[in-house]
């Protein structure tokens, strides 16, 4: 192909790249709760020698020493900063969290719980997900829409009554804690799993709850949303027989590269974790509660008012579907990133060094924009304003 061709293709890249990186690190307010900020330093990893080498617990490849050391120190971090006896760090993602626990551990049949899709269920794990391509029978918990939660009293007739082989806590909407005791009932004998992808980083912090002491077998979920790490996965459980279940099927059954720039990258986000988790993960509820009160007293709708909003990085607006989409697209247009749920999450923010004060002001610019109140551009010199005022992140070892 034509040189001038290729150094086109090159040269739009490039562009594009730049463009997003000054776009979304330096010019956006982003409240997408499925997000976070790594570390430089946990982001260099990802551009490391790593990111081009196998290995295999066969030791089929030569050369893995020190990546193995790597895989050994991540599982120790892990095991640590979540007090579980076993963990592993070869999921790539959180969404193949669910693919390896539900493969090890059911059979086609299998009666499986989670939260409804349409009350913010994760879909990967329903009907329109892993349910049909495992030939998994999808039961959902009884669900309180006012209070965004499962209602623990018809839970437990629910599994007394299907004695589902699996029931799976946590959900991609997830304002409050679950009452996981109180939802099992005494006799109950199967899989206990909680999916914490969004809360994983409130776990490790202390300041959510804790599964693997409250009754579950294993918690596992993504790396890169309230956890600050790089996209990712982690499993952890207490009970040695489930997880050796567990471990067995990873690979070469379900992951095969490992991809292990990205447990680096992880490594060191977990390691500030064990230095700075509960101050970080304390800041981002007071931060969520601060905003929706802020958003509440501008006469924003936001959900669960009698259960004092969330006790989590979210904070879900009171909007129907059509409302929410085109609320979306008009925060877009004013730099403000959120999702069409609404689902607005303060983990990004509350990394920026962000606190309740920033709070008020974010939920007067987002008050201000959906009513009209100010031109889109005053609203957009407003937040380039606030996201200039906090360019550094806190909660880090990248500077010291």
């Not at 969004?198 to 890169?224: K, W, Y």
């Not at 992951?255 to 390691?271: E, P, T, Y």
């Not at 923010?349 to 920033?358: A, H, I, Q, S």
């Amino acid at each position: 192909m034509n040189d001038n061709v290729i150094f086109s293709y090159v040269r739009e890249l490039r562009s594009k790249v730049k463009e997003h990186e000054k776009w979304r690190t330096t010019c956006t307010l982003n409240l997408i709760s499925s997000e976070n900020f790594a570390s430089p330093e946990s982001r260099s990893y990802l551009s490391s020698d790593l990111s081009n080498r196998y290995t295999a617990r066969d030791h089929f490849y030569r050369g893995t020493r020190f990546a193995d050391e790597i895989e050994e120190l991540a599982v120790k971090l892990a095991k640590k900063l979540y007090r579980a006896k076993f963990a592993d760090v070869r999921a790539i993602s959180g969404h193949t969290c669910s693919l390896i626990v539900f493969m090890s551990l059911l059979r086609p049949g299998n009666k499986i719980v989670t939260c409804p899709p349409k009350h913010g269920g994760y879909p990967g794990s329903s009907e329109f997900g892993l349910g049909p391509l495992l030939s998994l029978q999808n039961l959902y918990f009884p669900y309180d829409a006012e209070r965004m939660n499962i209602i623990p009293s018809e839970t437990r007739n629910l599994l007394q009554s299907e004695q589902p082989e699996m029931t799976v806590f946590g959900s991609s909407f997830i304002p409050f804690p679950y009452n996981i005791k109180g939802s099992l009932p005494p006799d109950y004998k199967g899989f206990r799993i909680y999916d914490g992808s969004h809360v994983m980083g409130l776990i490790a912090g202390g300041s959510f709850q804790d599964p693997l002491r409250e009754g579950c077998n294993v918690l596992m979920g993504s790396t890169h949303k309230s956890l600050f790490g790089p996209q990712g996965g982690l499993i952890l459980s207490n009970d040695k027989d489930v997880f050796s279940a567990i471990d067995s099927k990873v690979h070469p059954g379900i992951v095969d590269n490992i991809h292990w720039n990205r447990v680096a990258g992880l490594s060191f986000a977990m390691i500030e974790l064990l230095k700075f988790g509960k101050k970080y993960s304390s800041q981002i509820i007071r931060n969520s509660q601060a905003l929706a009160h802020a958003l509440h007293d501008q006469s924003i709708p936001v959900k669960c008012k009698t259960s004092g909003f969330t006790k989590s990085h979210q904070v879900i607006l009171g909007y129907d579907e059509n409302e929410s989409l085109k609320i979306a697209d008009m925060l877009q247009e004013c730099d403000i990133i959120a999702d069409i749920g609404i689902r607005l999450g303060t983990s990004e923010v509350t990394r920026r060094g962000m606190k309740e004060r920033e709070m008020e002001r974010i939920a007067h610019i987002i008050a201000d924009a959906i009513e009209s109140r100010v031109s889109k551009r005053e609203t957009m010199k407003r937040v380039h304003s606030l996201v200039k005022e906090f360019s550094e992140l806190e909660y880090t070892l990248s500077r010291e």
